[in-house]
């Protein structure tokens, strides 16, 4: 059995996170109104590996390619896989099918839907509570320059667990500057609410607590053991900080993003450190 979050955060292990949970699915963003059906090629790099506030791997580098067939109906499905510096050979960690839909539920207000489930590469052990399966629930809602937004996951397989983000930005655009299409400056601020059993969703185990409670009954005592699983409860977290520069030309779509990170202890975490975190991502998108 692996020992939650310690392997997982601390050891160069297999890496067992998805780290693109924060935003929205992979559609959810385009414009339903004038939207065409069309692929979506895609690169995403990040120079820290973090997933709800917790840094997994020491300053690893991680690479997430994929692949997204978006139908102009709402209808979209992705393939995409994920390279993690600091796992054990062949870095290749998993692979990841979603299948979707995202529309609009006024000019305003879009929402999304979708299941995904990850094929690991080596599959794990039959030990493992593993919980590969996801539905995913997003909506984002246009109030004037701010959007609000909110993520919702329920993960399941032997166990499960859920997550929800919370968030608030504001867009700032400008077209045909600087040779490119439109450029875009996008402040984000989200809060991380989820079952710490969420970040071994990838495999691993989790802790719990065992309870000794005695009763008297007279002259006899009786002691009754119960075991919570402190790790299925929601929890606050986290906080995270994105200031994404987006810049268009033609096919392409150039993404360089800082992020700054402010976990929340709680009790499923481990007894090491739990420092704020900033890094750079770096995502590129090819469409045709």
């Known amino acids: 059995m692996k020992p939650f979050l310690l392997a997982l955060l601390l050891l160069p292990s297999p890496l067992l996170a998805q780290l693109n949970t924060t935003g929205p699915p992979a559609a959810a963003a385009r414009d339903t109104a004038t939207a065409a059906s069309g692929w979506t090629l895609s690169i995403l790099a990040d120079q820290r590996s973090f997933y709800l506030g917790r840094e997994y791997g020491d300053h690893a580098l991680s690479l997430a390619p994929s692949l997204t067939y978006s139908h102009r109906s709402g209808l979209y499905g992705t393939v995409g896989g994920y390279y993690f510096q600091q796992s054990q050979p062949p870095r290749y960690a998993f692979t990841e099918l979603e299948l979707g839909y995202a529309n609009d539920f006024t000019d305003n207000w879009t929402y999304a839907i979708s299941y995904d489930r990850v094929f690991f590469t080596p599959p794990l052990s039959a030990t493992d509570r593993l919980i590969p399966n996801g539905l995913e629930a997003y909506t984002a809602y246009q109030l004037g320059p701010l959007q609000v937004a909110a993520d919702y996951n329920f993960f399941f397989g032997k166990s ?129």
């Not at 989200?190 to 059993?197: E, K």
């Not at 994105?242 to 268009?248: G, V």
């Open 160 to 288: 499960s667990a859920q997550t929800l983000t919370l968030g608030l930005s504001s867009a700032f655009k400008r077209a045909e500057w600087l040779g490119f299409d439109e450029v875009s400056l996008t402040p984000e601020a989200q809060v991380l609410w989820g079952s710490p059993l969420a970040l071994a969703r990838y495999g691993g185990t989790y802790p719990t607590a065992t309870t000794a409670i005695t009763k008297a009954h007279g002259r006899r005592k009786t002691t009754t053991t119960t075991t919570e699983t402190l790790s299925q409860a929601v929890r606050l977290l986290g906080y995270e900080l994105a200031l994404p520069l987006r810049a268009e030309r033609g096919a392409l779509a150039y993404t360089l993003a800082g992020h700054y990170i402010a976990p929340r202890r709680t009790p499923a975490d481990a007894a090491a450190p739990l420092p704020t975190g900033s890094y750079l991502s770096l995502q590129v998108d090819f469409s045709f």
